[in-house]
């Protein structure tokens, strides 16, 4: 019913910039926190940026200073600023939101599919 579609990743070089984009469509009632978090092999899974429905964001002490996290509620998308990128930051990134696809139902979290983000050095 709700799927978020995920776009901007691809490889860049050492000190570039990626523009990571996250959509929500289909049916639901109203959207609350937006995320993005990333994968890297063999490594568990971290939340990188979230920003709430007030605009309160927090950063990984690992990109401060780096990535930018915005959202634009009319479009229903969370985006992913990530300038100074270093090959530390291959992830495969997913997106996550929070939202409600009703007035009476509880908050349901919701991935992306996973955009790559390869960074070379």
């Known amino acids: 019913q709700v799927q978020l579609v995920e776009s901007g990743g691809g490889l860049v070089q050492a000190g570039g910039s990626l523009r990571l984009s996250c959509a929500a469509s289909?049916?639901?009632?109203?959207?609350?926190?937006m995320g993005w978090y990333r994968q890297a092999p063999g490594k568990q899974r971290e939340s990188v940026a979230v920003i709430t429905s007030g605009g309160n964001t927090n950063y990984v002490d690992s990109v401060k200073g780096r990535f930018i996290i915005t959202r634009d509620n009319a479009k229903n998308t969370v985006y992913l600023q990530m300038n100074s990128l270093k090959p530390e930051d291959t992830a495969v990134y997913y997106c996550n939101t929070n939202l409600r696809t009703g007035p009476l139902r509880g908050l349901e979290g919701y991935w992306g599919q996973g955009t790559q983000v390869t960074v070379s050095s």
């Open positions: 289909g049916r639901f009632f109203s959207i609350n926190a």
